[in-house]
Structures are given as C-alpha cells and as structure tokens.
C-alpha cells in the first residue's frame, strides 16, 4: 500500500516551499503519464525536497520498494510477450529471456530499510537521501525510456515479421535483414534487464557511508 497521507492536498499546502534549486532539478523529471506507483513516488519525491525533519524520508525505502515491485512485474510480462513473438527462433533466444527474468525476479528483492528520523538527522544523511533520490529516478526515467522503446520495437517488430499469423508470432524463418531486425530485440531486451538491476543495487547502498 502507499502512504496516502504523504501526499494528500493538505500536506502539500502545508509543506515548505521547495528551494529553487531543488525545483529546478524536479522541473526536469516530470512526467507526460504514469501509474498508480509512479505517481506516488514522484508524489513522494516532491515531499521529500520540502522535508527538514525527516517525516517523510522515512517512508522513502518503503516506496521505492513497492515502486520496484511494480516495475519488476511489468518487466516480467514484457520479457513473456517478446518471448511469446520470438517463440523458437533465433536459438532459442526467448526461453532463455524467460530464464533469465525469472532468475531476475527471484534474487532481486528489493530491501526495505528502516532508518528513523533522529539517525537521519543526527547523521547528517537527510540530504545525502535527497540527492540519492534525484539521482535514483535519473536511473528510472532511463529505464522508462528503454521501456518505451522496446514496446514500440516490438510492436513494430510483430506487424512486420509476424509470418502472416494473427497472434503475431513468427512462423517462418526470418531472412537476414529481418533476423538483423529481430536481433536488435533481443539486446534492447538486454539492456533493459540490466537498467532494472542499476537502481535496486544503487539505492540501497546509498546511505552506507
């Protein structure tokens, strides 16, 4: 669940205002649409700029963790639709995408870690949190980007190469400039697996001094 009263209207007319600095650095990371966990965490972000006593950096491990859980699961379908299309093509390439989403989804748990106010304070670590924060959804807005190109990719890839099938998987054996095509698939798929480990392993070495 996300905390509804971090981000209520209320909140937001009772917090300070944010430092020009820090809007500057926002401006730059909003968003054209997002989800339900998308929107929580940026309405999170925008919280935690005005944040001077720690209240709301609490909840921050907490929210990106449920925010991981849901990317992690759109991840998951988009690996099975790109496998589905491929199906046995390409040696095989999209069980082994499955595979590895799979080993993915299993050793990738996304820690949740409580740190009280007072240790944030007194430690000094509330705006290195702040910066670590900014710097996160630099990692997410790329993979976001990723994300989208890889959808229009595939899609792209299905109304070209589907073989004349109506599920849009291959049925016959692409030539060479289509397999080229279809490779390039496969590394986009890649590297979006390796943008959705970076923020995981980064944020939650942030804090250690």
Known sequence: YFLCYSFGE?????????????????????????????????????????????????????????????????????????????????????????????????????????????????????EKLKFSVLELQEYLDTYNNRKEATLSWLANCKATFSGGSRDGVITCQPGDSEEKVIKNLGYMMVFLEEDLCVPCIDFNFSLIP
């Open 10 to 126: 209320g909140d937001r007319t009772a917090s300070p205002q944010l430092s020009p600095f820090f809007s500057a650095i926002l401006a730059a990371f909003q968003p054209t649409a997002c989800d339900a966990a998308e929107e929580a965490w940026r309405s999170h972000i925008n919280q935690l700029m005005c944040d001077s006593d720690g209240s709301c950096a609490v909840y921050t491990f907490h929210v990106f963790s449920s925010l991981f859980k849901n990317i992690q699961k759109r991840f998951c379908f988009l690996t099975c639709d790109a496998a589905s299309y491929l199906g046995d093509n390409l040696r095989g390439i999209g069980s082994k995408f499955v595979s590895s989403s799979q080993m993915l989804t299993s050793c990738s748990e996304c820690p949740t870690l409580f740190v009280d106010a007072e240790t944030l304070l007194s430690c000094g670590l509330l």
